[in-house]
């Protein structure tokens, strides 16, 4: 009798536990929403088909030769990504500069000094805390007779993150400037070891401890063959490693604005591709940064010179776009920034 008394005791102990995790939850989900829905969507509205397509197109053109870290063509591409900063009037938290220069001696294969570029918009009541949106701006190069121009892998991350900061000033300088700091982090050697992001995680300029989440995007122009059939999708991967709260967060801003499928399949720590730990976002998580990985699978053109800009669906790279511009605008202006409850594995 005391052994089944203890069972039975043990099993209302689980029930409750369980009761109390669920309504935990249900208090949660039912904290996050947005009080200005039109404000937001004004300033989605400015995120269109037609700017990504001018960026993508441009940014993985012949002209960068394949981007590679350490070589002219990524350099020249680093200074398109600052030139674009410069006339829209978006400061470097580094000065004139924009750039943060990554010596030869941290890279490895013989890989030339890089750099990793730089804008920001100062936060209006919490400028010490920062959102950073990021993207790689690198790529695979080129040989004797084809460039990987890479328009997916990372021109749609890369266009995703040009648009966003426009939207952003556009908001700042109509009296809507978000109470935290919004950071636009354009990293290099994503394809050589996650080295840029490392670079900037080990000597950041906004202090890891006053990083609220970093939001990173890498391809996010494509269909997948497993989506074939139903496009409206988009892979979340980390929302929920380190912030419950992040991953509700970005539901709510899918379910206001934008009803794609978020797909969490490729989130599984048994998933075989391990995708949480090959893109720059990693570094952050591994210092206790809340993080947003945004990927649309891998497909035919992945790291092939075939990766070109006619194939990239550009409706749908606007509508992914203004799922992540929603989620960074919610974590800029929330009264307390999202809490940290999981431990860093």
Known sequence: MKVKLVALSLTLVGSCATLRHTEKIEQLKESIYFEDTQTVQSYLNTITEDELKTHVYAFSSDDFKGRRAGEPGHHKASKFIKDYYINENIKSPLGSKYYQQIPQSYFSEGIKDSQNVIAYIEGSEFPDEVIIISAHSDHEGYNDTEIFNGADDNGSGTAAVMEMAQAFKKAANEGNRPKRSVVFLHLTGEEVGLTGSRYYTQYPVFSMANTVANLNI??????????????????????????????????????????????????????????????????????????????????????????????????????????????????ANSENRIIVDKEVY
């Not at 699978?297 to 075939?306: K, V």
């Open 218 to 331: 890498d391809m996010i122009g494509r269909v997948d063959d497993s989506h074939i059939d139903n496009e409206n999708y988009l892979y979340l991967i980390g929302a929920d490693r380190l912030s419950t709260e992040l991953h509700y967060i970005s539901e709510e801003a899918n379910n206001e604005f934008t009803n794609l499928e978020l797909d969490y399949r490729l989130n599984s720590d048994n998933d075989p591709n391990r995708y949480y730990y090959r893109s720059d976002h990693y570094n952050f998580a591994q210092k206790g940064v809340p993080v947003i990985f945004y990927f649309n699978g891998e497909h035919e053109d992945y790291h092939e010179p075939t990766d070109t800009p006619e194939k990239i669906n550009y409706a749908l790279l606007a509508k992914r776009t203004k799922l992540i511009f929603a989620t960074a605008w919610y974590l």
